[in-house]
């Protein structure tokens, strides 16, 4: 079991760098005031998620889902 802990936790510390690594490389959402002036009805605006930026929000969203998950079975105790 203590093997078992250990890859979960190398595995937890992957993700938590992962994920900071990702969201540092996304764009603020400053960069989308150009919908004020109407530049959301671009190709860019409405095909955001086959774009690169939209590819980074998905990967986050399932390595925080991830995340929870491990810290939560790393705290359940279920490994002393």
Known sequence: MEVLKTVLLVVFIIIS???????????GKSAGLGAISGAADSYWGKN???SMEGILVKITRVLV?????LA?????????
């Open 72 to 80: 939560a079975v790393l705290n359940m105790g279920i490994f002393s």
């Open 48 to 50: 955001k998620g086959r």
């Open 17 to 27: 760098v992962v994920i900071t690594a990702i969201i540092l490389m996304q764009e």
């Open 65 to 69: 889902i991830a995340f929870i998950v």
